[in-house]
């Protein structure tokens, strides 16, 4: 339909002319998700699909060379030294996540109970649990870094006061201590939140449902673990799923405390660590291209958290029981 | 229910053990500010003898603080806004309409929650690289705006879906265009979810630090939480003014964290939640 034609009708109708306008107005409406998609697309979606073609080449500095197939993961997982290097990060992930279920989210789980249970002060204690999270990961770190200096940091001061110099360390600088230091840094960092997602959890159970339970007699242990804890499911399955992604990407707390060698000796490496040293902080051990490699354990991380989160939803997910 | 009379005491000795690790260092690092370095390193745990600014003169003499501040205001006030636009009009369009392919398209953005971004960092590097934004506070812009576009059109997207279709039906009867209804309908009554994507977003870039690193090195395009990098890279003998930075570096979250603790809670759980 041409304008004149358009322009005639609607002046004899004017029912025509709306139909116009309600087309045009049908059509703009499709712009609406266009600047959200570009953005979206540009900058997520296709650099997780470039890593993935990436890994196929070889690469020198930031120029693509010759494609080479799987060689890039051959080399990560045969040569020496990033098969060592590899299988080292990946334990260190692993102890990761443990310890932060255990000591994050554990203790998480008992303040929440704890702050459920009524207690004076509540939104204190909830504001004060959370306050560490307002800080930026860069900042935990460098605050740590300062706290457990040997010479002259807080901690090993407040030790000496209470006469037990024996425990004073250099934690940092120690290979045993280390890791275990960033990760309990870590939990430092992350407990306001898993306890505030646990309370909601918490919270949401009906009370007619606990009151009922109670009136059947069950308490203590029985009332946690058959009552309170499978109602909690949703809340359990969010903070393992979280804790699982994150420990897998630890990254920012250890590049502050320990700088992108994961020092000592290697002791507080982690994948996201490794993977950062092989793309941009020069080469690990020789090898120039070091893109082609780096971009392969990008590609392997990612299958591998991805595959976790899948099986961990789908196991968890059964356990949950409808309200 | 009948409780140990031990319970209670215990309850409230483990919330206070724990209250004062959490904020136990906190106090340190803002007391720690105020003292001179050789203080510190003779008395750490002591109040500080005489409140003195002078780690805060030496902070702003070794490093441009006042840059690295600006540059986060700016890219993080930058972000924020374009996520707004951008979320509430996708998510408008994904709630309000029923296209066959929304579902995919709503899908399509989610995936985004569950990609772990940073490990696309090098084709994005050379992406940014390629578009001559590396050492740009674009570059940032534009990638906070793209890791928030999926949570907060999650977010608005729930909501747009609560609201009552008779509110725009009177609008659309005037003859009113979707842009309009959307502006002076739909989001005056939106606040409190345009406020929990703000919150989110607006943490979440001004305490990034993985992004500058990369993507930054021209010292006065850096954002606070790279600064502090240089800062101790340089100046690590100097701890009243490592401690001032990492006070200041904070102060403005916790000071947003004061007016609003509740929204902040809410709005940092709001995402997980969903």
């Not at chain 1, 109670?214 to 949703?234: E, Q, R, V």
């Not at chain 1, 961990?312 to 059964?318: E, I, N, V």
């Given at each position: 339909m041409n304008t004149a034609e358009t322009q005639v009708k609607a002046v004899n109708k004017p029912a025509a002319k709306t139909k116009t306008k309600r087309k045009w107005k049908r059509w703009a409406i499709h712009l609406f998700p266009i600047p959200a998609l570009i953005i979206y697309g540009l900058f997520i979606v296709y650099p997780i699909f470039a890593a993935f073609t990436y890994s196929l080449f070889d690469w020198n500095g930031l120029v693509r060379g010759a494609f080479v197939g799987l060689e890039n993961f051959e080399a990560l997982f045969s040569l020496q030294p990033y098969k060592d290097l590899f299988w080292n990060a990946f334990q260190h992930n692993i102890l990761y996540f443990a310890v932060q279920m255990i000591v994050q989210n554990g203790l998480a789980f008992v303040l929440a109970f704890i702050i459920y249970k009524?207690?004076?002060g509540a939104e204190f204690f909830k504001i004060a649990f959370f306050m560490p999270r307002l800080l930026s990961i860069i900042v935990v770190g460098f605050l740590w870094k300062l706290i457990l200096n040997p010479n002259f940091g807080a901690l090993n001061v407040i030790l000496g006061k209470f006469g037990l110099e024996n425990l004073q360390k250099a934690?940092?600088?120690?290979?045993?201590?280390?890791?275990?230091?960033?990760?309990?840094?870590?939990?430092?960092?992350?407990?306001?939140?898993?306890?505030?997602?646990?309370?909601?959890?918490?919270?949401?159970?009906?009370?007619?449902?606990?009151?009922?339970?109670?009136?059947?007699?069950?308490?203590?242990?029985?009332?946690?673990?058959?009552?309170?804890?499978?109602?909690?499911?949703?809340?359990?399955?969010i903070i393992t799923v979280l804790t699982f992604i994150q420990s897998f990407e630890a990254f920012e707390l250890v590049y502050a405390m320990q700088g992108s060698q994961g020092e000592p000796y290697h002791s507080t490496d982690t994948l996201a660590i490794y993977f950062y040293r092989l793309a941009f902080g020069g080469t690990s051990g020789g090898g120039s291209s070091a893109i082609g490699l780096g971009s392969a354990l990008a590609v392997v991380l990612f299958l591998f958290i991805s595959v976790f989160t899948a099986i961990?939803?789908?196991?968890?997910?059964?356990k949950e029981v409808e309200m | 229910m009948k409780e140990n009379i031990w319970t209670r005491p215990l309850y409230y000795i483990i919330a206070f053990l724990v209250a004062s690790i959490s904020l136990y260092p906190l106090f340190l690092m803002i007391m720690s500010s105020f003292k001179p370095s050789n203080e510190i390193f003779m008395n750490p745990l002591s109040l500080p003898k005489s409140f003195s600014l002078e780690p805060y003169r030496n902070l702003i003499e070794q490093v441009p603080f006042m840059t690295y501040f600006y540059n986060s205001v700016v890219v993080s006030v930058t972000a924020v806004l374009l996520i707004l636009i951008c979320g509430s009009l996708a998510a408008f369009y994904i709630a309000r309409y029923t296209f066959w392919w929304n579902n995919a398209l709503f899908f399509f953005f989610l995936m985004g929650m569950m990609i772990p971004i940073k490990l696309g960092i090098v084709p994005l590097f050379i992406?940014?690289?390629?578009?001559?934004?590396?050492?740009?506070?674009?570059?940032?812009?534009?990638?906070?705006?793209?890791?928030?576009?999926?949570?907060?059109?999650l977010i608005l997207t729930g909501f747009f879906r609560t609201m009552p279709v008779e509110l725009e039906e009177a609008a659309r009867i005037d003859g009113a265009t979707d842009l309009r209804i959307l502006w002076n309908v739909l989001l005056p009554l939106m606040r409190p979810a345009l406020g929990t994507v703000m919150i989110i977003n607006?943490?979440?870039?001004?305490?990034?630090?993985?992004?500058?690193?990369?993507?930054?090195?021209?010292?006065?395009?850096?954002?606070?939480?790279?600064?502090?990098?240089?800062l101790f890279g340089e100046y690590s003998a100097d701890w009243g003014a490592l401690f001032a930075g990492l006070t200041l570096s904070s102060l403005p979250m916790m000071i947003l964290f004061f007016i609003a603790s509740k929204q902040f809670m809410e709005g940092l759980t709001a995402g997980a939640i969903k």
């Open positions: 009524k207690i004076k934690w940092l600088g120690d290979p045993d201590t280390a890791l275990m230091a960033i990760i309990l840094v870590n939990s430092w960092f992350g407990l306001g939140f898993a306890v505030l997602i646990f309370l909601a959890g918490i919270q949401s159970i009906p009370h007619e449902l606990i009151e009922a339970a109670t009136l059947d007699g069950a308490k203590g242990w029985k009332m946690m673990s058959k009552i309170i804890i499978p109602l909690m499911m949703p809340a359990i399955t961990l939803l789908y196991f968890m997910r059964k | 992406l940014m690289k390629d578009l001559g934004l590396t050492n740009s506070l674009w570059s940032l812009i534009f990638i906070y705006t793209a890791t928030g576009i999926p949570l907060s059109i607006f943490i979440q870039a001004w305490n990034d630090f993985f992004f500058p690193l990369i993507f930054i090195s021209n010292e006065m395009k850096k954002t606070i939480p790279v600064g502090m990098l240089s």
